[in-house]
């Protein structure tokens, strides 16, 4: 029980933190040392601190959503997230934090980041395979390819996870059968979601890879698929 209330107490302090951060910096110095700790603490085993943590979760929501310049700690998050010894409920959680602040992150620390957000996928479940596929499709343009065949070939450190290589191919073959233009740019968190415009389901794709391209890729409003096909 001690333990339990040193938790609570904790939290709480980490709450009046995250409360009296004024400015953006400073709540990102607040997020970026406890969010990863504080998600840690979803699998305590008192119910009292799991309502706390997710009391202070709602809170962390509620103002980094409205403070778009507001960094999460997403190298320790993909740390954590690769902990054999994290609870499935912690890592479900720790990628909710991962794909809310990938996107704030600059081109190029997010390129950094693709080797290993790709040997994260190891062992997950496809849902989580694919929210974080495609955060990493959009950046394989951007990639510096080494000319030297060896560390071209040693790019992604895959040669050992060959599953892992066939399951990104085969999302890629499915996202190339949609419609030129069907997807819209990464929105900001506070634009309104469009996922609920029309549009009827690509010849070659079923109805299940269509919305796995999809479900986390808003489509362009007003967009089509006879209408790109016929521009």
Request: aromatic letters at 6%.
């Amino acid at each position: 029980m001690a333990g339990a209330v040193d938790e609570l107490v904790l939290l709480e302090r980490v709450f009046l933190r995250v409360g009296s951060a004024e400015t953006d910096e400073q709540l990102q110095n607040v997020v970026s040392k406890f969010l990863p700790p504080v998600l840690l603490k979803l699998s305590s085993q008192q119910e009292g601190v799991r309502k706390k943590v997710m009391e202070l979760l709602v809170h962390i929501n509620k103002r980094i959503k409205t403070r778009p310049m507001v960094r999460l700690p997403v190298d320790a998050l993909l740390v954590q997230y690769q902990d054999p010894s994290a609870s499935s409920f912690v890592i479900n959680f720790t990628i909710i934090y991962i794909k809310m602040g990938f996107p704030r992150l600059t081109v190029e620390e997010q390129t950094e980041l693709v080797p290993i957000m790709l040997n994260a996928l190891d062992s997950k479940p496809q849902s989580h395979q694919d929210s974080l596929l495609l955060l990493i499709i959009p950046l394989l343009g951007k990639l510096k390819i080494p000319t030297d065949p060896v560390k071209r070939a040693s790019l992604f450190g895959l040669n050992e996870k060959p599953h892992i290589s066939k399951y990104l191919l085969g999302l890629l073959l499915d996202m190339l059968l949609l419609p030129y233009g069907a997807l819209s740019p990464q929105q900001s968190e506070n634009q309104g979601s469009t996922n609920d415009v029309s549009m009827p389901v690509p010849p070659g794709m079923s109805e299940y890879t269509f919305k796995r391209v999809t479900n986390e890729n808003p489509l362009r409003p007003g967009i089509r698929a006879d209408k790109i096909r016929n521009a």
